[in-house]
C-alpha cells in the first residue's frame, strides 16, 4: 500500500503531465520532478497507475482528442498535434488501436 508521501509525490506528477500535454513528456523529466531515480519513478508510477509513463500519457492525449472531435470540427491533421502527436498516420494508429476505430468514423458515429 502506497504511503500518502508516496501518492502526494505522484500527484503532483499526474498534474505536470495534465498541464503539459501538449508538449513532450519524458520519464527521466518526470523522475526528476519526482525526486526518485528514474527506476524507482517507472516502479512507483507502475503501481499507482497500472500503466507505464507511455501509456498513461498517450490514453489522456487520446481522450483529450475523441473530446475535440466531438466537440469542433478542426482538422484530425490539427487535433493530432494539439494533442502532442508528431503526425495525423501516428494519432490515427493509436486512435484506433484504442477506440477500435478511427477517428472520422468516431466523428460520425457523435453526430
Known amino acids: 500500500m502506497p504511503t500518502t508521501a508516496t501518492l502526494t509525490r505522484i500527484e ?3 498534474d505536470y503531465i495534465h498541464e503539459h ?8 523529466n518526470l523522475a526528476e520532478k ?3 531515480s528514474r527506476w524507482q519513478f517507472q516502479r512507483v508510477f507502475g503501481n499507482a497507475t497500472g ?7 498517450r490514453e489522456l492525449r ?3 482528442a475523441a473530446e475535440l472531435l466531438l466537440e469542433n470540427q478542426s482538422r484530425h491533421l490539427e ?6 502527436f508528431e503526425s495525423e498516420i501516428s494519432f490515427s ?5 484504442m477506440f477500435q476505430c478511427s477517428p ?7 453526430k
Open 62 to 64: 487520446l481522450s483529450n
Open 51 to 57: 500503466l507505464t509513463v507511455a501509456q498513461y500519457v
Open 34 to 36: 519526482s525526486c526518485w
Open 21 to 28: 500535454l501538449d508538449e513532450p513528456i519524458n520519464v527521466t
Open 12 to 14: 503532483k506528477v499526474l
Open 79 to 84: 487535433i493530432a498535434l494539439a494533442c502532442g
Open 93 to 97: 494508429r493509436a486512435f484506433k488501436q
Open 104 to 110: 472520422r468514423e468516431y466523428r460520425q458515429r457523435g
